[in-house]
């Protein structure tokens, strides 16, 4: 029996296997094509003169306008341990409860902790001196699922100066969800090459929606003894898109992949000031590209 040689894999030094058909001896051949090119691409992306701080035999430089994008990763801690207290002020006001024992200063909810991932864009500009590097930016981030929320309640027995015992309940509950915030962010950093790790810090406008909720009831004993109920009295209070500034800093790296393009991760702290009573700090690490113009 005569076996044929297919010529394209003749002519790249590859001996067709027995048996197999043409297309499956040509795509052997194209595979090990492939392979030996792989090979000396692989040897190019490890020039030495990127650990050198070059890219194609130049300086990488960091100054200029930066534009780019990111994904993140959060833990937003909210503080719920204040939130009903003005509805409780407003529920006992002009009352002698009050104004001696102020249940409206009871922590009644504790904090609670959620994950939630972010996603959105940058833009600044940055200043190069030598190895110096200082810049400025504004960023926008949309978060998914970052909501919080808690139940609970508090009973207390106080007595007032009129000789009244109060057996004091008071049912709460929040909730505080972030749906997207902006950043203005000062930065300094200092060059290694295709690397620049950097410090920031900056402000922070936050949007919110929140609610509160928060049932009183005052079973009262007066000397005699004579005893009479105020309540259950029941306060709400709710808003979207509410405004919420805070103070941020952080840490971040810059790592040049092309003159013009760079990979960059941080991570970020932010604390919101209250919002309905209810205060929030936002852990993010996130990751992104950028390009320099």
């Known amino acids: 029996m005569t076996i044929r040689r297919d010529s394209a894999t003749t002519r790249c030094g590859i001996r067709p296997i027995f048996g197999w058909p043409r297309a499956l001896n040509g795509l052997f051949a194209l595979m090990l094509l492939v392979a030996v090119n792989a090979r000396a691409s692989a040897a190019d992306l ?19 306008l930066v534009l780019g994008g ?6 937003m801690t909210s503080n719920f341990g204040s939130s009903t207290s003005s509805q409780i002020a407003f529920i006992l006001r002009n009352s ?16 609670q902790t959620t994950n939630a991932k972010s996603f ?22 949309h978060t998914v699922k970052a909501d919080t929320a808690a ?4 009973d207390r027995v106080v007595t007032t100066s009129d000789g009244v015992s109060h057996n004091v309940n008071i049912q709460a509950s929040s909730s505080l969800t972030l749906v997207d915030y902006g950043t203005f962010r000062g930065r300094a950093g200092w060059a290694f090459g295709q690397f620049l790790p950097y410090a920031m810090i ?19 004993t007066a000397p005699g003894p004579v005893v009479t109920t105020f309540g259950p009295v029941t306060q709400t209070d709710s ?18 992949i092309t003159p013009n393009i760079f990979i960059r991760g941080e991570w970020e702290y932010i604390s919101f000031a209250k919002v309905g ?9 996130r990751v992104g590209l950028g390009v320099r113009f």
């Open 46 to 64: 490890f020039d030495t003169s990127f650990l050198r701080g070059s890219i194609a035999g130049g300086p990488v430089r960091w100054d200029g």
């Open 70 to 75: 990111n994904i993140g990763y959060s833990a």
């Open 96 to 111: 002698t409860l009050e104004n001696e024992a102020q249940p409206s200063n009871w922590t009644t909810l504790p904090q």
């Open 120 to 141: 959105g864009f940058f833009l600044g500009y940055n200043t190069q001196w030598d190895d110096l590097v200082l810049g400025a930016d504004i960023g926008y981030n």
């Open 151 to 154: 139940t609970d309640s508090i």
């Open 202 to 220: 900056g402000g922070a406008v936050g949007r919110f929606n929140y609610s509160n909720t928060s049932t009183l009831t005052d079973v009262q």
């Open 239 to 256: 808003q979207n898109n509410k405004f919420g500034y805070g103070f941020l800093y952080g840490l971040g790296m810059d790592v040049a």
């Open 277 to 285: 009573g209810i205060t929030a700090e936002l852990n993010t690490g």
